[in-house]
């Protein structure tokens, strides 16, 4: 059911293993998709609201208004099943308490006596927010994308969703009552690429944002990958990923469980687990092949796991089996050893980690108060999953007296000769020229001296 790989004794015969290569991922090439998305970025750059309704009927659905109206909703909130309901304020309340935990206060150094920098941190203006609704509406996304945004003090939030056809070219419903539940006001129903262009760029009834978050299909990510640098955007998620570390203290019926329903999301989705337990390969296999033929989606699930981004990898011990998991860098990993927290304090690459048989990946990706958008990919070795840190940037505020400034004037010239850019160093003496023990009044040489001439230059 799932590829078998086998890294025990490899070490010992004295092979060099490339970890990442061995555990491969599903394919996932953004870079070919950009010649495919880069027409209709360019016509919704350049025709705005209208390009955007037309790729909407090329696809089926009529759309007759972009921006969906405040009483859509608030009839989806007042529709929506409330166990339903009570799951997402609570998730979002659980959200809230750890993206407030996040925010650090400005921090103000004194340098120097009289020299002083704060680094303050800002929020951004504007934020657009993509949600997509492929495989299945991912109505936690948009809790998941706006709490942090909003405890990190932005001032607009724009989110985007594709329109349904079956609701009437407006988005799935339960996203509405979420963004209902979390007041955000401005609501299109618009699709991956066309979302992130109409973000970006514009249009008559979207201002540019500033940030584009929210993960998608392969085609949304090559459209924000388009337009990085024009705005900021949190990452480029693929296809979901779970890796759980394991040995023979972990039950098989949790570990099978916990990978079908990773996988669940796609046939892209990889499941890996790593052990030095064969007996508990061999158990969580048969597992699998009972709890499967149960699932709901257990063709999509099937393929997952049948592909080759999935797979057991039997190891020598849980130190090799360390080593795997960083250089694998998961988006999700799980770690059910002995010993588990101590274990998990060793992982250096994660986008999460989830730590024991009472934490499983699903908490995350709902209710525990982590944020589940991640980095996958690989991406976990260099970047961090969604906070409420991502929603700010900082700025460095630099104060000081004449006397601090006095005193570094000399390194300051130094630096610039050396670089061979004499301004740099002239634009400090000049505020000094003619005081007593400065350089400009000691007229000392150098190509950046000031001189003390009334016009600030020999």
Known sequence: ????????????????????????????????????????????????????????????????????????RSEALSELDPDVRAAFEESIRRLRIVSEAEIEDDQSVEVVPGGRVTSRLVPFKRVGVYVPAGVTALASTVL??????????????????????????????????????????????????GAVAMFAYGTEQCPPVDFVAGPGRITTV???????????????????????????????VHVAADLISEIEHGEQAAGVLVTPSQELAEAVQRELAVQLPQAKHAERIAAGMAGEQSGIVLVDDLEQGLDVVDAYASEHVEVLTADARSW???????????????????????????????????????????????????????????????????????????????????????????????????????????????????
């Open 1 to 72: 059911m799932m590829r078998r790989i086998d890294l025990r004794g490899r070490l010992a015969r004295g092979e060099a293993l490339d970890y990442r290569a061995l555990v491969p991922r599903a394919e996932f090439d953004v870079e070919a998709a950009i010649d495919e998305v880069r027409p209709a970025m360019a016509d919704v750059r350049h025709r705005g609201v209208e390009a955007l309704l037309e790729i909407a009927s090329r696809d089926g659905i009529e759309v007759t208004d972009l921006l969906v109206p405040s009483e859509a």
């Open 144 to 193: 998941m994308n706006v709490v942090p945004a909003q405890v990190a003090g932005v001032d607009s939030i724009a989110l985007a969703s594709p329109a349904q056809a079956e609701f009437g070219g407006r988005p799935h419903p339960t996203i509405l009552a979420v963004c209902a539940l979390l007041g955000i006001d401005e609501v299109y129903a618009v699709g991956g690429v």
């Open 222 to 252: 090559a459209a924000k990958r388009l337009v990085k640098g024009l705005v900021g955007i949190d990452s480029e998620a693929g296809p979901s990923e779970i890796l759980i570390f394991a040995d023979d203290t972990a039950s098989p």
């Open 344 to 458: 998990a304090a060793r992982i250096r690459n994660a986008g999460a980690i989830f730590i024991g048989p009472w934490s499983p990946v699903p908490l995350g990706d709902y209710c525990a108060g982590s944020n589940h958008v991640l980095p996958t990919g690989g991406c976990a070795c260099h970047s961090s999953g969604l906070s409420a840190r991502s929603f700010l940037k900082t700025v460095h505020v630099i104060e000081y007296d004449e006397s601090a400034l006095r005193d570094v004037t000399p390194h300051v010239t130094a630096m610039a000769d050396a670089e061979d850019l004499p301004a740099h160093g002239a634009a400090v003496q000049v505020r000094f020229a003619g005081q007593p023990g400065s350089a400009g009044h000691s007229g000392s040489a150098g190509h950046s001296r000031f001189t003390g001439h009334p016009d600030g230059y020999a």
